[in-house]
C-alpha cells in the first residue's frame, strides 16, 4: 500500500465566517424602493445570514447595509433560498473596494492596507463639493447618496419606518390566556382528585 501514488487534491479554502458579537441590525433597500429591517447572523467576504421577519424572494437582490468594527457595509447582496422562516443567506453581487476591504478586515485581519481613510475623506469633499455647484437647490437627495442611506439605517433602528400590528400583542394575550387556561385546569383536576 505504501507504493500507490499519493494525490493531494486542492480544495478551496471558504472565506472567513465571523458571527457578530452583539445584534448587528442590517437595512435592505428592496427593488421596488421599500426597506425592510433585518438582523446580521452571520457575514463573510461572499455573504452572510440574515434574520428577518419575512423572507424576501429567492433571486431579488436588494441594496444591503450593516455596521462591522471596521465601518458599515453598503452593497448589493443576491438573496438565496430560505432556511427557516425568519433566516434568509445571502450572496454579495456588487460591492466597491472599500466596502470589500471592510469586510476583509473584519473577517481576517488586516492582511493588506486598505485605502487611507484620509484620501478617500478629502476625494469625497472634493466631489460633494463639484457636484454642489452643478446641482440645482430644488434636487432632492437620492436614496443611493450615504447621508440618506444612513437616515434610513437609523429610522429603521428606532423602528419608525417599519409600522408594528397588533398580531404580537393579540399573540401574547393568548399565550397568556391558554397558559392561565392550563393552570386552572390542572389545579382543579388535583383538586377533585383528592
Sequence with gaps: MSNLPH????????????????YTP?????EDGSCTQATL????????LL????PLDNGSRPRLMFLTKTGPVLGVAEMLRPVSWTEQPFRFVGLNEDDQCRLRVATQGPIE?????AA??????????QKEETVAPNDVPTLDSGELWIQKY??????????RGHWPRIFAALTAASLAAAVLIYVM??????
Excluded at 14 to 21: G, Q
Excluded at 41 to 48: I, M, N, P, V
Design 120 to 129: 478617500s475623506a478629502a476625494a469625497a469633499s472634493a466631489t460633494i463639493a
Design 113 to 117: 492596507p486598505c485605502p487611507t481613510e
Design 41 to 48: 447572523q452571520l457575514f463573510s467576504l461572499t455573504g452572510g
Design 154 to 163: 437609523r429610522a429603521a433602528l428606532d423602528g419608525e419606518d417599519e409600522p
Design 51 to 54: 434574520s428577518l421577519a419575512k
Design 7 to 22: 494525490k493531494q487534491s486542492r480544495v478551496p479554502s471558504r472565506p472567513a465566517r465571523v458571527r457578530p458579537a452583539e
Design 189 to 194: 383536576q388535583t383538586h377533585f382528585v383528592r
Design 26 to 30: 442590517a437595512v435592505l433597500r428592496i
